[in-house]
T-cell receptor, first 118, second 110 residues
Framework: ETGVTQTPRHLVMGMTNKKSLKCEQH?????MYWYKQSAKKPLELMFV???????ENNSVPSRFSPECPNSSHLFLHLHTLQPEDSALYLC?????????????????FGNGTRLTVT | DQQVKQNSPSLSVQEGRISILNCDYT??????FLWYKKYPAEGPTFLIS?????DKNEDGRFTVFLNKSAKHLSLHIVPSQPGDSAVYFC?????????FGKGTRLHILP
């Protein structure tokens, strides 16, 4: 399998549930990202793992918890979400140049997980 | 405050004609710009990029123009084809961040 794969494609969860989104990249990249896409809003960067260092967006609520066990896998652990967290969650990877910004490399996105919180 | 704006939510263009998608940014620290294309039920795919040291970059039917003084970039697709119907996002990076626009939905008419 090639590219960036995300599972599950669709997820419906209640506000008291705990679930995890999974992302795997087969491109040999050294940076991975979680993005959120809500209706009529720009893509919002949630978390970045670059060269195994986590860069956090301080505006992300603590009910979202990322985990990056190695350079190929990325998880987003979800607990006690709110209905307004319903969105498309996209994982991406890139090859960050050594000493350079990871943001200057094109992102390769997965097809996303469509999350609905009831 | 949106730092990257795509002011046209949608655009319709006749097949074979030129499609021009526009993007404006406000942060003068942005120095690298990218365009992505997104089909329904798929993630965005990278199309073309440009560094701030250039004012034009071309790749086949796709050309990106950058006007730094106006903080404006545009994506030209010529000739437009039915498979170009999609949502196009511009993104700007620099100042240790990357910001996406809201996207423009392009419809190619037969």
């Amino acid at each position: 399998e090639t590219g960036v794969t995300q599972t599950p494609r669709h997820l419906v969860m209640g506000m008291t549930n705990k679930k995890s989104l999974k992302c795997e990249q087969h491109l040999g990249h050294n940076a991975m990202y979680w993005y959120k896409q809500s209706a009529k809003k720009p893509l919002e960067l949630m978390f970045v793992y670059s060269l195994e260092e986590r860069v956090e967006n301080n505006s992300v609520p603590s009910r979202f918890s990322p985990e990056c066990p190695n350079s190929s896998h990325l998880f987003l652990h979800l607990h006690t979400l709110q209905p307004e967290d319903s969105a498309l969650y996209l994982c991406a990877s890139s090859q960050a140049p050594r000493g350079g910004s990871s943001y200057n490399s094109p992102l390769h996105f997965g097809n996303g997980t469509r999350l609905t919180v009831t | 405050d949106q730092q990257v704006k795509q002011n046209s939510p949608s655009l319709s263009v006749q097949e074979g004609r030129i499609s021009i998608l526009n993007c404006d940014y406000t942060n003068s620290m942005f120095d690298y710009f990218l365009w992505y294309k997104k089909y329904p039920a798929e993630g965005p795919t990278f199309l073309i990029s440009i560094s701030s040291i250039k004012d034009k970059n071309e790749d086949g039917r796709f050309t990106v123009f950058l006007n730094k003084s106006a903080k404006h970039l545009s994506l030209h697709i010529v000739p437009s084809q039915p498979g170009d119907s999609a949502v196009y996002f511009c993104a700007a990076s620099g100042d240790d961040k990357i910001i996406f626009g809201k996207g423009t939905r392009l419809h190619i008419l037969p």
